[in-house]
């Protein structure tokens, strides 16, 4: 893919409206950006476009859910062991972004959305290793993390069921995960940065991106004991499994044409 940014004004404001969306999901929940933001995108560009439009809001939310978390010591002094692996795990991702074709991208995308919706019945599967395997675990949960972080943009699923499986407390949980999200984010900017995959009019273009993202998170923020969590989400799981079927959709008519 070139790596000049060049979209519509139709695609730009509908960018905008989907910053603006995941920012509140990240103001109402604490987490989430990149789960609305890359795959509503990537309905309407391609992969490697909507992560790189992704990279700066994306960035900017974590650091600021980081900074006003708290509980530093339950989460980010005891599972940091965990977001080093994800670095390591988001290098190999971005590398698999650049390489990939955009096909098997948007069904794999597909295919960890359908993960995320479904993690409840993937928690209650046979678990008991990971506290006879610390050390394993996090390895394997970090680096796989870290590959979704890299080259989809979807770390949360297998960080969410890891995290949920150990027990984790909800505001703990939130800090160490804006953290691996934090990292993989820089990791993944490098490695793009590096390969030639980010021209300068797609960091001009992350500027005012980023500062609907952070009006969409001060929304969300400030809606938070205004509306029910739980209806919410049941609204946001129908939305993201109806894009899952679209992506499914996309990469079987790129592959039969």
């Known amino acids: 893919m070139d790596s000049e940014l060049v979209l519509s004004w139709p695609l730009w404001a509908a960018a905008g409206a989907v910053f603006l969306a995941a920012g509140f999901t ?3 929940l604490g987490f989430g950006f990149p789960t609305i933001s890359t795959p509503v995108l990537v309905l309407l560009t391609d992969v490697k476009t909507a992560i790189i439009l992704n990279l700066l809001p994306n960035f ?3 650091t600021i859910s980081i900074v006003r978390g708290g509980n530093w010591g339950a989460s980010l002094g005891r599972y940091w062991p965990v ?3 994800v670095l ?3 290098f190999l ?5 650049i390489m990939a074709p955009p096909a098997p991208l948007r069904l794999l995308l597909a295919l960890i959305i359908i993960a995320y919706l479904y993690q409840h019945r993937l928690a209650k599967l046979d678990w008991s290793w990971l506290a006879r395997r610390p050390y394993i675990s996090a390895l394997g949960f970090g ?3 870290g590959f979704f972080s890299g080259s989809l943009n979807q770390s949360l699923p297998p960080l969410l069921i890891y995290f949920t499986l150990l027990g984790l407390e909800i505001t703990a949980m939130t800090q160490i995960l804006n953290l691996c999200f934090l990292g993989g984010k820089a990791v993944q900017a490098a490695t ?3 390969a030639g995959q980010i021209a300068l009019s797609a960091v001009l273009a992350n500027i005012p991106m980023t500062l609907i993202a952070l009006a969409g998170m001060y929304l969300g923020t400030h809606a938070q004991r205004r509306f029910s969590v739980e209806t919410y989400n ?3 799981r129908r939305i993201l499994f109806a894009i899952a079927l679209v992506l499914i959709w996309q990469a079987s008519a790129s592959v039969l044409r």
């Open 26 to 28: 990240q103001g109402a």
């Open 60 to 62: 900017t939310v974590n």
């Open 83 to 85: 977001a080093v692996y």
């Open 88 to 90: 390591i795990g988001s």
């Open 93 to 97: 991702g971005a590398m698999f972004l």
């Open 143 to 145: 680096l796989t993390g």
């Open 192 to 194: 793009l940065g590096l």
């Open 234 to 236: 049941r609204v946001l």
